[in-house]
């Protein structure tokens, strides 16, 4: 194989990226021919070249770089709710305002759903009124964490504590205005992973 040409390599592994990062598709031989004024055989010749080089990944016809992989778009699809749910699930479908992506490179994987925060309870914690607070769906928090709880027919967003000494559950507002909740139990329906800042 005649060696080939480093600056066209070069060119088509930039016109590559550009083009992912513009498109999230990958370009077809047809697109780098035209883009750079060659021929699509040549255009596929330099791909395997380049992928045998290590230079690039060219596999089924997707190109991948190591600037594209940092820049996957994996996400996890999140309900915002106006209110927290606790109802069935027609009941659920009906309180969301919205489904969203989430990146899994910032917010991670899992059973999401983002509740739209009301009042100050929580302003201590950092959630003010209007904030986006992203929960993930479980039964059981440990001591410390912020949960969405119901307790006794109704939700609530606090900070989690096992009182074993009272035999209660405590949750436990950050504001000092408000006096934390005593139950012998409670249902927990999720524990916060993130805060999203309300735009002021």
């Known amino acids: 194989m005649r060696t080939k040409n480093q600056a066209l390599m070069e060119k088509i592994r930039a016109f590559a990226e550009e083009h992912i990062l513009k498109t999230g598709a990958s370009p ?5 021919a035209e883009a750079l004024g060659i021929a699509r055989s040549t255009a596929y010749k330099y ?23 940092l820049c996957e778009s994996r996400t996890s699809r999140a309900a915002i709710v106006g209110s927290i749910p606790c109802g069935t699930p027609e009941e659920e479908e009906e309180a969301v305002e919205a489904y969203v992506a989430l990146p899994d490179a910032i917010f991670g994987t899992g059973d999401f759903y983002i509740l739209r925060a009301s009042g100050d309870s929580m302003q201590g914690a950092g959630i003010d009124s209007g ?18 709880a119901l307790v006794e027919g109704e939700n609530t967003l606090k900070r989690y504590y096992v009182d074993r000494e009272a035999g209660k559950i405590r ?9 934390d909740i005593m139950a012998s139990e409670c249902e927990i329906q999720g524990v916060a992973r993130h805060i999203i800042k309300a735009v002021v």
Do not use: F, Q, W
């Not at 077809?28 to 780098?32: H, L, M, P, Q």
């Not at 992928?51 to 770089?65: A, C, F, L, P, Q």
């Not at 949750?171 to 006096?179: C, G, I, Q, T, V």
């Open 171 to 179: 949750l436990h507002a950050e504001n000092p205005r408000y006096a």
């Open 28 to 32: 077809s031989t047809s697109d780098i």
């Open 131 to 148: 904030d986006l607070v992203v929960i993930e769906r479980c039964s059981c928090a440990r001591d410390g964490e912020i949960v969405v």
């Open 47 to 69: 791909l395997s070249a380049m992928d045998n080089m290590g230079k690039i990944s060219y596999r089924g016809g997707v190109i991948e770089t190591g600037r594209t992989r």
